[in-house]
């Protein structure tokens, strides 16, 4: 890892698709106070914009690929001050 990670923030957008009752998600991802990625929209509903970071995380050499799923478990046992939140948009665009 070239970046030494002591704090990750990750906000999520998620947005219901009432027409075919699909949800859609972005995550914006903060590392270390600095924003350094917003994922493209996706499927996804609940907390999966959270495991959208870890992938783009793991890929991007923030942390190991093995734990790109569990994001919040990696964080715990690295010592990473970890913050996530997400909010319901009521449009597409605001995603």
């Not at 929209?41 to 995380?57: M, P, R, T």
């Not at 050499?61 to 001050?81: F, K, N, Q, S, T």
Request: hydrophobic share 30%.
């Amino acid at each position: 890892m070239e970046t030494q990670v002591k704090s990750l923030i990750i906000n999520g957008r998620r947005w219901f698709q009432r027409s075919y009752g699909n949800t859609y998600c972005t995550a914006d991802i903060y590392v270390n106070g600095e924003h350094v990625h917003t994922t493209p929209v996706v499927y996804g509903y609940g907390d999966y914009y959270l495991q959208l970071a870890g992938e783009w995380l793991a890929a991007n050499d923030y942390m190991p690929h093995e734990h790109r799923h569990y994001l919040p478990h990696y964080c715990d046992e690295a010592g990473i001050v970890l913050g996530y939140s997400a909010s319901d948009v009521s449009r597409e665009r605001d995603l």
